[in-house]
T-cell receptor, first 111, second 112 residues
Framework: DAGITQSPRYKITETGRQVTLMCHQT?????MFWYRQDLGHGLRLIYY???????DKGEVPDGYVVSRSKTENFPLTLESATRSQTSVYFC??????????FGPGTRLTVT | GENVEQHPSTLSVQEGDSAVIKCTYS??????FPWYKQELGKRPQLIID?????GEKKDQRIAVTLNKTAKHFSLHITETQPEDSAVYFC???????????FGGGTRLMVKP
């Protein structure tokens, strides 16, 4: 589990601001994912990446941007934060036909 | 796309009793079904998974069953203990390691 980290762990930002959540994994896993977790909705996929420079939308991509220039990093950017984006964000990674490992999460509050 | 429904949303049992959580999925091409446990304030962690070529899988006190025809799968926890208290999520995917669609979660409370 120590192989996947997220920063910051907690963030408070204002409506309209840009904020970037970082995700770093040390396993060289091909796949990386971003989920948001809200009460009553479980975990919903925002974006995922199959390899460096390959990204694709998940279930709830609107308002988010991702990039993956290096295999180990998968940052998630909220271009103009809204209150509806207040949530806990989890990054995850996996390799091949194996389980997804989750990071510790980032709790984001948009005021 | 895939849709996964999970029931019940909350489940309260006495210590030592069994607990069963059920999920249904919509995409007949899904072939990988993991279960995650999430303790309060922690990250989800895989506790067991099953692939579509297997009907049942056990690991000590936990087991998962899969009915592909009916498109449903279940988590069974026997001899529950207070440390089993957590939120459990089922998920489905066409491939392990690929996009997961999660159920809404079940909050399990084990009363001592």
């Amino acid at each position: 589990d120590a192989g996947i980290t997220q920063s910051p762990r907690y963030k408070i930002t204002e409506t309209g601001r840009q904020v970037t959540l970082m995700c770093h994994q040390t396993w060289s896993h091909s796949y990386m994912f971003w989920y948001r977790q809200d009460l009553g909705h479980g975990l919903r996929l925002i974006y995922y990446s199959a390899a460096a420079d390959i990204t694709d939308k998940g279930e709830v991509p609107d308002g988010y941007v991702v990039s993956r220039s290096k295999t180990e990093n998968f940052p998630l950017t909220l271009e103009s934060a809204t209150r509806s984006q207040t949530s806990v964000y989890f990054c995850a990674s996996s390799e091949g036909q194996r389980e997804q490992y989750f990071g510790p999460g980032t709790r984001l509050t948009v005021t | 796309g895939e849709n996964v429904e999970q029931h019940p949303s909350t489940l309260s049992v006495q210590e030592g009793d069994s607990a069963v959580i059920k999920c249904t999925y919509s995409d007949s091409a899904s072939n990988y079904f993991p279960w995650y446990k999430q303790e309060l304030g922690k990250r989800p962690q895989l506790i067991i998974d099953i692939r579509s070529n297997v009907g049942e899988k056990k690991d000590q006190r936990i087991a998962v069953t899969l009915n592909k025809t009916a498109k449903h799968f279940s988590l069974h926890i026997t001899e529950t203990q207070p440390e089993d208290s957590a939120v459990y999520f089922c998920a489905a995917s066409r491939n392990a390691g690929n996009m997961l669609t999660f159920g809404g979660g079940t909050r399990l409370m084990v009363k001592p």
